[in-house]
Nanobody
């Protein structure tokens, strides 16, 4: 079984910064890609950023230039550095990974439990 555990959420003022972390544990062969999604109240879950095992990244238009996704393959951890935060960034942020298990023949999608990010003065 694979677990994704997020940390780093909290309350921050507009213009501030937060860094989210997501650590994966369990037995697996690979995780590709890994990413972050978010869901605001009353809205659908949306992609924020994704990173491949090789380091290629892709971002939602709304966060480009403000957020940076990265991963440490040795630690099985993905990060989301969020700068210049806006009230509209308020949401529950979820870690996501496409996981190939040991002995598996196809990848499965795993989700973390989510961490709340609130941007407010």
């Amino acid at each position: 079984q694979v677990q994704l555990v997020e940390s780093g959420g909290g309350l921050v003022q507009p213009g501030g910064s937060l860094r989210l972390s997501c650590a994966a544990s369990g037995s697996f062969r690979s995780m590709n890609p890994m990413g972050w999604y978010r869901q605001a109240p009353g809205k659908q879950r949306e992609l924020v950023a994704v990173v491949s095992s090789g380091g290629s990244t892709n971002y939602a238009y709304s966060v480009k230039g403000r957020f940076t996704i990265s991963r440490d393959n040795a630690k099985n951890t993905v990060y989301l550095q969020m700068n210049s935060l806006k009230p509209e960034d308020t949401a529950v942020y979820y870690c996501n990974a496409n996981v190939l298990l040991v002995g598996g023949i196809r990848s499965e999608v795993y989700w973390g439990q989510g961490t709340q990010v609130t941007v407010s003065s």
